[in-house]
């Protein structure tokens, strides 16, 4: 069966960084585009990066534009997230998405909570 297991999250100060990973099992990892969403309290889920099945392209959420760094290992079968100069509003449980086609809801991890706090 399918898993998508998220690590990395965390409390980390303003300015600080982090890097999540999804590790992916049960699919053949170099044919699905990733995607990471966020989910903040009370709002509605987020895309906030996402890396074609190659690694040949990434789109960003204007929001983490510049500061956020989507990339992936297909030898490893592992996307990972590299998140710099976090703000408060970055708080979210961050969640990796794996489907085929970019219209495709895909499969889902469980989430990683990320909380940015002094």
């Known amino acids: 069966q399918v898993q998508l297991v998220e690590s990395g999250g965390g409390l980390v100060q303003p300015g600080g960084s982090l890097r999540l990973s999804c590790a992916a099992s049960g699919v053949t990892f170099s044919n699905y585009h990733m995607r990471w969403y966020r989910q903040a309290p009370g709002k509605e889920r987020e895309l906030v990066a996402r890396?074609?099945?190659?690694?040949?392209?990434?789109i960003y959420a204007d929001s983490v534009k510049g500061r956020f760094t989507i990339s992936r290992d297909n030898a490893k079968n592992t996307v990972y997230l590299q998140m710099n100069s976090l703000k408060s509003e970055d708080t979210a449980v961050y969640y990796c998405?794996?489907?085929?086609?970019?219209?495709?809801?895909?499969?889902w991890g469980q989430g990683t909570q990320v909380t940015v706090s002094s």
């Open positions: 890396i074609s099945s190659t690694g040949g392209r990434t």
């Open positions: 998405n794996a489907a085929r086609t970019w219209s495709a809801d895909g499969y």
